[in-house]
């Protein structure tokens, strides 16, 4: 079992930057893939960004990349997201994901573990 918890999810204006966090219990997750989703009212959950379990790999979604980053500390079973240059359009519930498989996957289905999300609101 894994437990993520997510945190740093506020009120930001336009053009702003957040850093949202993801911790992690449980002596594994250094062998997880580790993802961020979004949720905004009336859509589908949709991929953020993905980091591979040594930090050596990421994807991004093409409306975030270039504003988004995604790291993470496995010595603090921890996974960041870095948002700069916040649009209004990036404001939803933003959740961190586990995935324990060995495919570095961009679905949500492919997730096992989640976060209870946290919310993100950009002000125009």
């Known amino acids: 079992q894994v437990q993520l918890v997510e945190s740093g999810g506020g009120l930001v204006q336009a053009g702003g930057s957040l850093r949202l966090s993801c911790a992690a219990s449980g002596r594994t997750f250094s062998n997880y893939n580790m993802g961020w989703f979004r949720q905004a009212p009336g859509k589908e959950r949709e991929f953020v960004a993905a980091?591979?379990?040594?930090?050596?790999?990421?994807k991004y979604a093409d409306s975030v990349k270039g504003r988004f980053t995604i790291s993470r500390d496995n010595a603090k079973n921890t996974v960041y997201l870095q948002m700069n240059t916040l649009k209004p359009e990036d404001t939803a519930v933003y959740y961190c994901?586990?995935?324990?498989?060995?495919?570095?996957?961009?679905?949500?289905?492919?997730?096992?573990?989640w976060g209870q999300g946290t919310q993100v609101t950009v002000s125009s």
């Open positions: 994901a586990a995935d324990t498989s060995v495919i570095f996957a961009t679905s949500w289905y492919r997730y096992d573990y």
């Open positions: 980091i591979n379990p040594t930090g050596a790999n990421t």
